[in-house]
């Protein structure tokens, strides 16, 4: 006797098939999502302070674009040197960070920093005072395409708000420079200059995100979580030590990572990148004698991941 073979209806068929295609079209579709945000367009943008003395500048002026930009720290100060006409232009600040559109950023930089301008007493006892010649500079990215981006900047020095500027458009791998007054007294007149060169990349190549660059930390550099209301202040380097390295070197910088204490101090320093790897052991030994003014959470001082530029570089 046959033994009746059991068939399954075209109904069930179909259901099965369904459930196939669907999984299929879901694994697709989140793999499109997924290759559409690694996709997404950010901009790594560089960021270097200069202090001019002997020139003066009028309130918020419009950015320069610079008919080119430069590989090195030292040939960008060339340039400028020559086509402003400048001679006391002195680097103070170079940060790179990745942004993606509608991220902000805030971070200081020390002005007024040569030693023989500040009191020889220990930095400690100066803080006050020293935090009175930060310059703090907001930066946000509010639109980007492949060709171009949009951001905003605010500069404020002391009580004065010195550069305000929206909507800027800077072309991808454009220098632009800002510039504010420092001093408006016409005996001497003192201008930061600021150059933004943009970088626009896809998300999976930015490079020093807000988050790295500096983050509230416990003593041992753990990462301390932040509420979205939480007010953070990223450490601010007061005390830069100039790398002693062989001669015939090349210019450059190294990028390092470590934890500023309370009491602005650096523990636990690493190399993050560095274009010779011969030049680490320098960038090192001067990072770890940098001095900081201490983050603050809260209005409150706080221990800080912190990320800088260690410049090799020709003091003028």
Not at 27 to 42: D, K, N, S
Not at 247 to 272: H, K, Q, S, Y
């Amino acid at each position: 006797m046959r033994k009746r073979r059991k068939t399954i209806s075209p109904m069930v068929r179909w259901a099965i098939l369904g459930g196939f295609l669907s999984e299929a079209l879901g694994l697709a579709l989140a793999e499109q999502a997924r290759i559409a945000e690694r996709m997404r367009l950010g901009a790594n943008v560089t960021m270097v302070v200069y202090e001019v003395s002997g020139r003066a500048t009028s309130p918020n002026p419009e950015p320069v674009r610079l008919a080119q930009t430069f590989e090195s720290l030292e040939a960008e100060a060339t340039y400028l040197r020559k086509t402003f006409g400048i001679e006391q232009l002195v680097p103070r600040h170079i940060r790179s960070i990745g942004l993606l559109p509608g991220e902000r950023f805030r971070d200081g930089v020390f002005i007024e920093g040569r030693s023989a301008e500040r009191s020889q007493r220990p930095i400690e006892e100066q803080m006050e005072t020293l935090a009175s010649r930060v310059l703090w500079r907001a930066i946000e990215l509010v639109a980007v395409s492949r060709a171009d981006v949009s951001m905003h900047f605010a500069v404020t020095y002391g009580e004065r708000t010195i550069l305000r500027v929206e909507d800027v458009e800077v072309r991808h791998f454009e220098t632009i420079v800002l510039e504010g007054a420092l001093s408006t007294t016409e005996a001497q007149p003192r201008a930061a200059l600021m150059t933004v060169t943009v970088a626009i990349v896809p998300q999976g190549q930015l490079r020093n995100r807000p988050q790295e660059l500096s983050a509230p930390c416990d003593e041992y550099g753990r990462a301390i979580s932040m509420r979205p209301e939480d007010v953070f202040l990223p450490p601010v380097l007061v005390e830069r030590v100039v790398p002693k390295f062989p001669t015939r070197r090349p210019l450059g910088t190294v990028l390092v990572e470590g934890v500023v204490t309370l009491d602005g101090r650096v523990t636990n320093a690493r190399i993050v990148r560095a274009f010779d790897r011969e030049l680490e052991t320098f960038a090192l030994e001067a990072f770890q004698r940098f001095r900081f003014l201490p983050a603050r959470l809260n209005g409150q001082p706080v221990r800080a991941i912190v990320r800088e530029e260690v410049m090799f570089q020709a003091v003028p």
